[in-house]
């Protein structure tokens, strides 16, 4: 606030965007490590680590897609299953879409690309409740904090990546940033019982079902089982 | 196709697909299609995916379609799973996970 006359508004509202994702930056290096290293771990490249990170920039997608199509499973598993890990990004852009309607034509494909799930959570819940910032600034800001950050720990993660040795165990790490995130996501008893379903789910089809297609069913049974559970029922509106 | 080149057409059509799902919505104002049936599915997306990806990881370990159950995983997951739950920090439940991995491990093997 007190920068509001000295500084331009757009350039407050960046920082004061980047401000607001600034708690969670710390919580996303982890992530971009492993995601980094588990393109190296897979055999590939630098090249490939960064194509990842830099193109995808969608963190719990990549390292789904990476790590199963090392385990050997088909191209259309890997990728199926990404893309219903992001299919949630659709309605965090409908729902954001109103607050960067003011945005000029060439700037929104760049907005549509720094979604993510922080900076559409500080966004939505700080952001534009604020009357001293631009929520397109803002929002900006958010986003090129997190790119940045997650660009630099990717980098680290595949430069590290080639040096750990194998006995340390640390493909376990990958389903463990998925449990990191997880945790906080359980808010509700619906989350709790998606979780459940899906556990079950999971543990069964991927020993029955061939080539890790599995884990592709047992989303979307878990997305069901909670559609289900929140479906409008008779004398409610919604 | 060499693997390289399988996993750059992942990353290209992973990257065509998700920037469209996360973009389009901004793009056109949000006047897309969204009936509350899709949004009710995808609301569970985060839930329903990170569980997937994490229960396989902690009960079995597999070569190609071969899996076996590995109690030292899921030892250490119950573990960390707890402290997330608990602190809600990325770094302990990565920290406190390995560490109970390799404990777990080490225990099993020595009680043979």
Redesign the interface.
């Known amino acids: 606030m007190r920068h509001s006359v000295a500084m331009p508004r757009t350039r407050h509202s960046l920082i004061e965007g980047a401000k607001g994702v600034a708690p969670i930056l710390?919580?996303v290096i982890?992530?971009g490590l492993v995601a980094g290293a588990a393109v190296r771990q897979?055999?590939?490249g630098l090249a490939?680590a960064m194509?990842?990170s830099v193109?995808?920039?969608?963190g719990?997608?990549?390292i789904?897609?990476t790590t199963l199509?090392a385990?050997?499973a088909p191209?259309w598993v890997?990728?199926g299953?990404?893309?219903?890990?992001?299919?949630?990004?659709?309605?965090?852009?409908?729902s954001?879409?109103?607050l960067?309607?003011e945005?000029p034509r060439w700037l929104?494909?760049i907005?549509?690309?720094m979604?993510v799930?922080q900076n559409y959570a500080s966004t939505m819940t700080e952001g534009r409740h604020r009357d001293d910032v631009d929520i397109i600034g803002y929002y900006a800001g958010g986003g090129i904090a997190l790119w940045t950050v997650w660009q630099i720990a990717s980098i680290a993660g595949a430069l590290l990546g080639p040096f750990i040795p194998a006995s340390?165990?640390?493909?376990?790490?990958?389903?463990?940033?998925?449990?990191?995130?997880?945790?906080?996501?359980?808010k509700d008893r619906?989350?709790v019982g998606?979780?459940i379903v899906?556990?079950i789910?999971?543990?069964v089809f991927?020993?029955l079902l061939?080539?890790q297609s599995?884990?592709i069913v047992?989303?979307?049974?878990?997305?069901?089982?909670?559609?289900w559970t929140?479906?409008?029922r008779p004398g409610e509106d919604? | 196709m060499t693997?390289?080149m399988?996993?750059?057409?992942?990353?290209?059509?992973?990257?065509i697909?998700?920037?469209s799902?996360?973009?389009?919505?901004?793009?056109?104002?949000?006047r897309?299609p969204?009936p509350?049936?899709l949004?009710?599915?995808?609301?569970?997306?985060?839930?329903?995916?990170?569980?997937?990806?994490?229960?396989?990881?902690?009960?079995?370990v597999?070569e190609?379609?071969a899996?076996s159950f590995a109690p030292a995983?899921t030892i250490?997951?119950v573990i960390?799973?707890a402290v997330?739950?608990k602190t809600?920090?990325?770094?302990a439940?990565?920290a406190a996970?390995?560490g109970a991995?390799?404990l777990a491990?080490w225990a099993l093997a020595a009680l043979g």
């Open positions: 710390i919580g982890p992530f897979a055999g590939f490939e194509g990842m193109i995808v920039f969608a719990a997608s990549q789904a897609a199509f385990s050997g191209l890997a990728l299953t990404a893309l219903i890990i992001n299919a949630r990004m659709f309605i965090y852009s409908v954001i879409a109103p960067l309607a945005a929104r494909p907005l549509g690309y979604l799930d340390w165990g640390l493909e376990f790490a990958v389903p463990l940033v998925f449990l990191a995130m997880l945790a906080p996501a359980m619906t989350a998606v979780a899906t556990g789910a999971a543990a991927v020993t061939p080539l599995g884990l047992a989303i979307i049974t878990g997305m069901a089982f909670g559609a929140d479906r409008p919604r | 693997p390289v399988q996993f750059w057409l992942l990353i290209v059509v992973l990257a697909g998700t920037w799902m996360r973009s389009f919505p901004i793009i056109l104002h949000g897309v969204h509350a049936w949004e009710r599915l995808l609301k569970h997306v985060p839930v329903a995916a990170l569980t997937a990806l994490v229960v396989p990881g902690a009960l079995y597999h190609g379609s899996y995983r250490a997951a960390a799973l997330a739950l809600k920090n990325v770094v439940t990565l996970g390995m991995l390799w491990q």
